[in-house]
């Protein structure tokens, strides 16, 4: 009888602790539940602000610029307005300027002579006796029918640059360029008996030495 006793009290707190084991479990999932839903219903409340926010934000956004539009026009406005007020003062200036202009006596153009005074010297040249020289004693300071170079000279130094006579008679020196061209003269193209004129391309370069005029550089031209 005890061991039967035993045996149903042991079957009661079995039952018993089981009963209590489902509770707790139920009380558990029940404060699961609740804390879920509070998270829900917090994140629920926190993207119901946060878009509130974007939109105030927003709205703030497109009130400052309205502000700022208005502030600019309002400037723009007052610029031009002050333009417009100070035109009569300007142009009454600006009169004033010009009768004073008429008023004024009209001042002497004084010409200062020694500005007008060349430092250099030009001298004529005929044909070339030798390569690169001309001699002294054939140079005049007038062009003359023989002239075919023409020099211009620093009365400071000896020396000078040369050129080609362009509107000088050259049909000597076409017939025989040998002669009168190639000892003081560098072609651009190639010479032509076909060849009318002569085009000075770049000018060149004398020194007196003792009794001679010598190129230092030669010209260049160029037949036409």
């Given amino acids: 009888m005890l061991i039967k ?8 707190l079995n039952v018993f602790l089981a009963i209590k084991t489902l509770r707790n479990k139920k009380s558990y999932k029940s404060i699961l539940r609740s804390k ?32 700022r539009d208005q502030n600019y026009n ?8 002050k ?20 008023l004024e006596d009209e001042k002497p153009i004084i010409i200062n ?26 140079e005049s300071e007038s062009k003359k029918t023989t002239s075919l170079y023409i020099v211009e000279v620093s009365k400071d130094k000896n020396e000078g640059i040369i050129s080609l006579i362009e509107s000088a008679d050259l049909s000597r020196a076409l017939n025989s360029p040998n002669i009168y061209l190639e000892t003081v003269c560098d072609y651009e193209n190639v010479y032509s008996p076909d060849a009318k004129g002569i ?21 260049r031209i160029k037949f036409n």
Wanted: glycine share 2%; with cysteine; aromatic share 8%.
């Fill in 36 to 67: 879920e839903y509070s998270n829900e219903r917090k994140i629920k409340d926190l993207s119901e602000r946060y878009d509130n926010l974007k939109i105030t934000h927003a709205k703030c956004i497109k009130d400052l610029d309205s502000l």
């Fill in 83 to 102: 333009v417009i007020t100070d035109m009569p003062a300007t142009a009454e200036r600006v009169m004033e300027n010009v009768d004073n202009s008429f």
């Fill in 74 to 81: 309002n400037q723009s406005f007052n610029e031009e307005k």
């Fill in 199 to 219: 085009k000075v391309v770049e000018k060149g370069k004398v020194v007196l030495e003792g009794q001679d005029w010598v190129v230092k550089k030669k010209i």
């Fill in 5 to 12: 006793a035993l045996l149903v009290l042991s079957f009661i």
């Fill in 113 to 138: 002579l020694d500005i007008l005074k060349t430092s250099k010297t030009l001298i004529y040249l005929p044909v070339p006796f030798k390569e690169r020289r001309f001699a002294k004693e054939d």
